[in-house]
């Protein structure tokens, strides 16, 4: 099992560091359009829920993989 859930690991790194970097780079755009507050309220709401969801998923597969880890 440990086989195959550590390059599981190493994808799952590599993706993350690809979308944090995504999102560091949505982030300095938002931040550029934050002199308009009402014409992007939406937007914004729009970022903290993709983040909120994001950061579950992130978490729930954090957890199956310690749980996998832990059966070996």
Do not use: C, W, Y
Not at 13 to 35: I, W, Y
Not at 49 to 65: C, E, W, Y
Request: no cysteine; proline share 3%.
């Amino acid at each position: 099992m440990k086989e195959t859930v550590l390059p599981a690991l190493k994808h799952l790194e590599k993706a993350v560091a690809r979308l944090e970097k995504h999102l560091d780079t949505h982030g300095k755009e938002l931040a550029t359009m934050q002199g308009e507050p009402e014409l992007f309220a939406f937007a914004n709401e729009n970022d903290r829920r993709f983040k909120k969801a994001l950061a579950n998923k992130l978490d729930s597969t954090i957890a199956r993989l310690e749980t996998l880890l832990a059966e070996e």
